[in-house]
C-alpha cells in the first residue's frame, strides 16, 4: 500500500503497516525521534495501522513548540502523575487526566485530602519515572473485558467512563500502570525533558455540582528545560499583571461579597471607564448607529418571545413586583429591547439598515466558581448594538463590522483573529436558514481576508456567529467582540418592514458587540498594559508634587494650568517626604510626574517619565507635548474613516418613543 508524505511524494510500506513503520521505512533516526503523526488535520497514534492513500506527516521531537506535539507529550506527562499518585497514595482512585492549554490535569479522589505540599513530593516520583524511563504499550480491549480490569482495582470512575465510551476501547500501559485511554501517546518518556506540577484545585466528576468533589492536580511539560523556564517566567509576569492585584494596586476597583460578581468602580476606574464610552459612542455615531436606551426589567411573555426563558433562564434574575402579579426578569441581553423599540411603529425598507447601539447593565447568573475579578462577572455592560437589515444588506454590513472592529482594536495595539461559530444542537429555525446565515458570514471573513477558524457547533441558539478574539501582551488569546447573525428573533417579535414591493417581509438582525464586556475589557486592558496604560487611557496623566509646604501655592498653579488643557492632573501635597510621593505614583504608573521645589518654576519643571526618564521642560513646553502625543493618538482613531453611507440608508429620526 502507499501513503502520501508532506512533499506530495508517495511511500510504499507492507499492507497494515503503522505510523511507526512508515518512520522506519524513511529513516531509523525519524523512527527514533517519532513522536505522533498528523494526518488530515487529525493526530493519530504511531502505533495505528495506516490506510492506503493516507496523507501522513511524522512530528518529532525537534516539532517542540508544534501544539499537537505538545499536546501528546503533556497526555502522556498526565499518565505518569496518574501512576506516581496511585504508588504514592494507595487507595486514591483515578478518573480523567487530560492534555489541556498550557499543561494537563488529572482528576484524583485521594482516601485523605492532600495538600499544595504534596506537589513536590509527587514530581519527585515522576522525575523517578523519568530517569527510569517508561514506555506506552497501546491494546485494544473490550467493554466487558475494561470493565472487570477496573472493577477488580476499585477504580469506580474508569468503569463509569467505560459505560460512556465510544468507539474502540484501548489501553495504555506504563510500567505497572494501565490506564483506559483513546491516545494518541508518545511511544516512550525520552521526549519529557522538563515537567512542573504547578497547583492544586477542587473539581466535580464530570463537572456536576452534584457529584463527589475530586482534587485535580494540574502540570505542564515541555520538551526542554528551557521552554518550561520560559513559560514559569510568563506565568509569574502574568502574576504581576493579574488585574485584580493591578485593580488595588492602582485604585481602580473592587470587588465584594456583598454584591457577588459586580465590581465597585473606584474614580480612577471610572475615568477609564468613561474614556472608553466616550470612544464607544463617538465610533458608533461616525458610523450611523443611534443610541438608544431600553428597560432593564421586561414580563416572562417578552423572554418566552425571545426564546430567553427557553434557553437561557438558568441564568437570568427574576424579580417579583409588589402590586401587579405580574414576574418581571433583568435582560441579560439588549435584543428583546432592542425587538420591542423596533416594532414600535412601522418600518420601511428606506428605515434599513437601523441602527441601534446601547451600552446598559445586564445581568447574568454566573455561578460562584465561574466569576473571576472583571473577567467573568455577572453585572455586564456591553457595548452592544442591533442593526436591522434586509437579506442583501447583510453582507455590507457585516463588511463593515469586520472593518469597525480591526479600526477599533487598532487603537489598543492588537490584531483581531475571527472565529465562525456553526449552527449548535440546541437551535431555532430550519436547516436551510441555517446554510444561509452561515454562508453569509464566512463569505464577508474570506472578503475581508480575515484570518478565521471555524468551531461547528458552538454557534448560538439563534444563528451562526464570528466571534473576535486578540492576544495580548503576554501571547494570552481572549475573546472580546461577536457579530451573530440572526434571521429568528424578528420573526418570533413578529417585525416587518414594507419593501419597495410593497409587501411586508420580516429584518434580518444582527447581533454586535466589539469590545465585549466593558468590565471583561478593561480587566484585559489592565493584564495587556500591565497597569502603564498609555496617555491617552491613564486615569491620572500627571502627578505633580510639591517638595515643601512653601511650594504648594507654585504646584497647584502647573496643575491648575495643565488642568486647564483638558490633561488629568493630580496634586500629590500629603505630607510624605518626595522620595516616598515619587515612588508611589511609580507604583501606581502614573505616565508623569512634575517635582516642584526651590529650583521650579513656570519657566523650569523637573519632569519624571514613567519608565526613569527626567528632563526639564517649561510648563508649555510639557503641555504641548502631552497635548500632541494625545492628538497624535486622536488624529489614528480619525483615520479610521467610517463606511460610506449607502443609498436608500436613512438615519432614524428618533421618535420611536411612544
Ligand atoms: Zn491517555
Ligand atoms: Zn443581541
Known amino acids: 500500500m502507499k501513503v502520501v508524505l508532506p512533499d506530495s511524494s508517495e511511500l510504499e510500506l507492507p499492507d497494515g503497516a503503522t505510523g511507526l513503520d512508515a518512520a522506519r521505512a524513511i529513516g531509523p533516526r525519524l523512527a527514533e525521534q517519532a513522536i505522533l503523526l498528523r494526518s488530515n488535520g487529525h493526530v493519530q497514534d504511531l502505533r495505528l495501522p495506516l490506510e492506503e492513500g493516507q496523507q501522513i506527516q511524522i512530528l518529532t521531537t525537534r516539532d517542540k513548540d508544534d501544539p499537537d506535539a505538545l499536546y501528546v507529550l503533556r497526555h502522556s506527562a498526565a499518565h505518569l502523575l496518574a501512576e506516581a499518585v496511585r504508588r504514592l497514595y494507595p487507595g486514591t482512585k483515578i478518573a480523567i487526566g487530560p492534555p ?28 523517578h519515572e523519568l530517569s527510569e524511563g517508561r514506555s506506552w504499550e497501546r491494546r485494544e480491549v473490550s467493554a466487558d473485558e475494561a470493565k472487570r480490569f477496573f472493577a477488580e482495582q476499585g477504580e469506580d470512575y474508569k468503569v463509569e467512563l467505560v459505560d460512556t465510551a465510544e468507539g474502540p476501547i484501548s489501553f495504555y500501559t506504563q510500567g505497572d500502570f494501565t490506564d483506559l485511554c483513546r491516545g494518541p501517546h508518545l511511544q516512550d518518556s525520552g521526549p519529557i525533558k522538563a515537567l512542573k506540577l504547578t497547583s492544586l484545585a477542587g473539581a466535580y466528576w464530570r463537572g456536576d455540582e452534584h457529584n463527589t468533589q475530586l482534587t485535580r492536580i494540574y502540570g505542564t511539560a515541555f520538551f526542554s528545560q528551557d521552554d518550561l523556564d520560559t513559560y514559569l517566567e510568563q506565568l509569574e509576569e502574568a502574576r504581576r499583571r493579574d488585574h485584580r492585584r493591578l485593580g488595588v494596586q492602582l485604585d481602580l476597583f473592587h470587588l ?9 468602580w473606584h474614580p480612577r476606574g471610572m475615568v477609564i471607564w468613561n474614556v472608553l464610552e466616550d470612544l464607544r459612542r463617538r465610533e458608533n455615531a461616525r458610523r450611523g448607529y443611534s443610541e438608544v436606551k431600553t428597560p432593564l426589567l421586561y414580563d416572562i411573555e417578552t423572554y418566552i418571545t425571545s426564546g ?6 438558568e441564568n437570568m434574575f427574576f424579580v417579583e ?21 423596533f416594532g414600535s411603529r412601522l418600518r420601511s425598507y428606506r428605515d434599513l439598515p437601523l441602527r441601534y447601539a446601547e451600552s446598559s447593565t445586564l445581568h447574568r447568573d454566573e455561578r460562584g466558581g465561574t466569576l473571576h475579578g472583571l473577567l467573568r462577572v455577572k453585572h455586564i455592560t456591553q457595548d452592544d448594538a442591533h442593526v436591522f437589515v434586509t437579506e442583501e444588506q447583510i453582507q455590507p454590513e457585516i463588511d463593515a463590522m469586520i472593518e469597525f472592529a480591526s479600526d477599533l482594536y487598532d487603537l489598543f495595539g492588537v490584531k483581531p483573529r475571527a472565529e465562525l461559530s456553526t449552527r449548535p444542537e440546541k437551535r431555532l429555525g430550519t436547516d436551510e436558514q441555517w446554510d444561509h446565515a452561515e454562508a453569509a458570514l464566512e463569505q464577508a471573513l474570506r472578503r475581508h481576508e480575515m484570518e478565521y477558524v471555524v468551531s461547528p457547533g458552538e454557534g448560538t441558539f439563534y444563528g451562526p456567529k464570528i466571534d473576535l478574539h486578540m492576544t495580548d501582551a503576554l501571547g494570552r488569546s481572549w475573546q472580546m467582540g461577536t457579530i451573530q447573525l440572526d434571521y429568528q428573533m424578528p420573526m418570533r417579535f413578529g417585525l416587518t418592514y414594507m419593501g419597495s414591493d410593497n409587501e411586508e417581509h420580516h429584518p434580518v438582525v444582527i447581533h454586535r458587540a466589539l469590545l465585549g464586556s466593558l468590565e471583561r475589557f478593561i480587566g484585559i486592558l489592565v493584564e495587556h498594559f500591565g497597569g502603564a496604560f498609555p496617555l491617552w487611557l491613564a486615569p491620572v496623566q500627571i502627578r505633580v508634587v ?6 504648594r501655592e ?17 496634586l500629590d501635597e500629603r505630607d510624605e517626604t518626595v522620595g516616598k510621593r515619587i515612588r508611589d505614583a511609580e507604583v501606581e504608573k502614573v505616565p508623569y510626574v512634575v517635582v516642584y521645589g526651590d529650583r521650579e518654576s513656570r519657566e523650569s519643571l523637573a519632569v519624571r517619565e514613567r519608565g526613569g526618564a527626567q528632563s526639564t521642560k517649561t510648563l508649555d513646553q510639557l503641555r504641548d507635548e502631552l497635548l500632541a502625543t494625545l492628538s497624535a493618538w486622536q488624529a489614528g482613531a480619525d483615520r479610521s474613516s467610517p463606511p460610506e453611507q449607502r443609498s436608500g440608508e436613512v438615519q432614524p429620526t428618533g421618535d420611536e418613543v411612544q
Open 100 to 127: 489541556v492549554e498550557n499543561g494537563f490535569y488529572y482528576d484524583f479522589e485521594f482516601p485523605e485530602p492532600i495538600g499544595e505540599d504534596a506537589l513536590e513530593r509527587i514530581e519527585e516520583e515522576i522525575r
Open 308 to 313: 430567553h426563558y427557553e434557553n437561557y433562564e
Open 321 to 341: 413586583g409588589h402590586e401587579d402579579e405580574k414576574r418581571l426578569a433583568l435582560k441579560p441581553m439588549n435584543c428583546p429591547g432592542h425587538m420591542l423599540l
Open 546 to 551: 510639591p517638595v515643601g509646604e512653601g511650594h
Open 256 to 264: 465584594s461579597e456583598h454584591s457577588p460578581g459586580s465590581p465597585f
Open 554 to 570: 507654585g504646584a497647584a498653579t502647573v496643575a491648575q494650568e495643565l488642568r486647564a488643557a483638558g490633561l488629568r492632573v493630580e
